[in-house]
Every structure is written in structure tokens, then in C-alpha cells.
T-cell receptor, first 113, second 115 residues
Framework: QKEVEQNSGPLSVPEGAIASLNCTYSDRGSQSFFWYRQYSGKSPELIMFIYSNGDKEDGRFTAQLNKASQYVSLLIRDSQPSDSATYLCAVLISNFGNEKLTFGTGTRLTIIP | GAGVSQSPSNKVTEKGKDVELRCDPISGHTALYWYRQSLGQGLEFLIYFQGNSAPDKSGLPSDRFSAERTGGSVSTLTIQRTQQEDSAVYLC?????????????FGEGSWLTVV
């Protein structure tokens, strides 16, 4: 089982609709969860991070975390063509000063005008 | 510097040659990470430095790969006797301290092609 799993997509969503991106992780010791956006040929950029169970909202983005189900998601409201990118889920495990941030393979999102 | 700087941005090398990739983190950032991303793939963790120490080297794919960091700043990733499967973009990232409370920032990557 992969440490961090995402549906590779592509996920196509009409402009203005809600895009829902999902991620599951295998290590129950995971402590922090991150969503990165990566445009083709560019490096990843952080969108949001979440530590606690529940929802965290930032503008059009909402991250949701359910540690019991080992599940984290990202909702993008009012999707725009500029949101078309690959979205990477990342999970952090820290042990005695050693950190490992593990990424999923990403979900490719296309917003259709 | 203003951001994480990596060099070279592009490198084409012949199979069997050694290559050295450099990362200059954001000034003051103590944590530094190397990842590898093959075409169309996710990010593969290679190594993490806290200061000059690398607590976890388990991500390095083989003994042909090595990394070091000096002065708590610049890091170099060295690949010896390159193979075609080493072709990928090598991403470096840094954060102020441990990730737990800080954002990591990625450089633009070093695109390596082994022919």
C-alpha cells in the first residue's frame, strides 16, 4: 500500500462548480497534511495545510481532515480555469527530529470553461 | 536570497558521467529537502537535512546518490555513474525550521536528462 494515495485523474469540472480532490494515507502517526498545486513544468506551491480534524477554509479552498478514516480532501469552490493544475497531497511524519514529508502522485484537475 | 535557488536549471549528460546539483536555500532556513520527480509522476523523497545533519538517508535510490550540506546552507546532490533512469527533475525545498510549524518552499528544480 502506498503511503499517500490519490486518484491520478484527470478530473474535469465545469467552471464555477466545486472541485473535490481526495487523498488517503496509511500511517496513523501522520501529523500534518498539506495540499500543493503544481502547474506543468513548474515547482509545487503550497495551497493549504491542516493539522486538526475538521474543516479549514481559506478563500475558495477548504481542506477537510478525518484522522479516524485517514482521509484528507481539498474542495475548490467557484472553480476557475486558472485552477487547472496537478494537486499534490502531502503528509508529514515527525519522529525524534527526523521529518519526512511524503507526497502522493497527484490528481490532474482540468476546469472546463 | 529571495527564494530557493537551484543550479543548473537544465543538465544533459552522458550515461556513466557524474553530475552535481546545487541547492541554495532561503537565507536562515535550517531545514532542506531533496525530492525527485520523474515525468508525470509524484514527488519521491530523497533526503532531509536539519542543519548539516541528514537523519534520514533512506530515500536515496542507490549508493550512486549522495548529498551533503555545509555551513547549514548550500547543499549538493551528487549522482555518480548516471543511468538513463536517473532522468528526472530534482527539486530542492527549504523551511525555516521543522515543517511542523513552517511552510516549505520549493526551488524551480534541476532538470536532468541522461542520454
Amino acid at each position: 500500500q502506498k503511503e499517500v494515495e490519490q486518484n491520478s485523474g484527470p478530473l474535469s469540472v465545469p467552471e464555477g462548480a466545486i472541485a473535490s480532490l481526495n487523498c488517503t494515507y496509511s500511517d496513523r502517526g501522520s501529523q500534518s497534511f498539506f495540499w500543493y498545486r503544481q502547474y506543468s513544468g513548474k515547482s509545487p506551491e503550497l495551497i493549504m495545510f491542516i493539522y486538526s480534524n475538521g474543516d479549514k477554509e481559506d478563500g475558495r479552498f477548504t481542506a477537510q481532515l478525518n484522522k479516524a478514516s485517514q482521509y484528507v480532501s481539498l474542495l475548490i469552490r467557484d472553480s476557475q480555469p486558472s485552477d487547472s493544475a496537478t494537486y499534490l497531497c502531502a503528509v508529514l511524519i515527525s519522529n525524534f527530529g527526523n521529518e519526512k514529508l511524503t507526497f502522493g502522485t497527484g490528481t490532474r484537475l482540468t476546469i472546463i470553461p | 536570497g529571495a527564494g530557493v535557488s537551484q543550479s543548473p536549471s537544465n543538465k544533459v549528460t552522458e550515461k556513466g558521467k557524474d553530475v552535481e546539483l546545487r541547492c541554495d536555500p532561503i537565507s536562515g532556513h535550517t531545514a532542506l529537502y531533496w525530492y525527485r520527480q520523474s515525468l508525470g509522476q509524484g514527488l519521491e523523497f530523497l533526503i532531509y537535512f536539519q542543519g548539516n545533519s541528514a537523519p534520514d538517508k533512506s530515500g536515496l535510490p542507490s549508493d550512486r546518490f549522495s548529498a551533503e550540506r555545509t555551513g547549514g546552507s548550500v547543499s549538493t546532490l551528487t549522482i555518480q555513474r548516471t543511468q538513463q533512469e536517473d532522468s528526472a527533475v530534482y527539486l530542492c525545498a527549504s523551511s525555516l525550521a521543522a515543517i511542523g510549524g513552517n511552510t516549505i518552499y520549493f526551488g524551480e528544480g534541476s532538470w536532468l536528462t541522461v542520454v
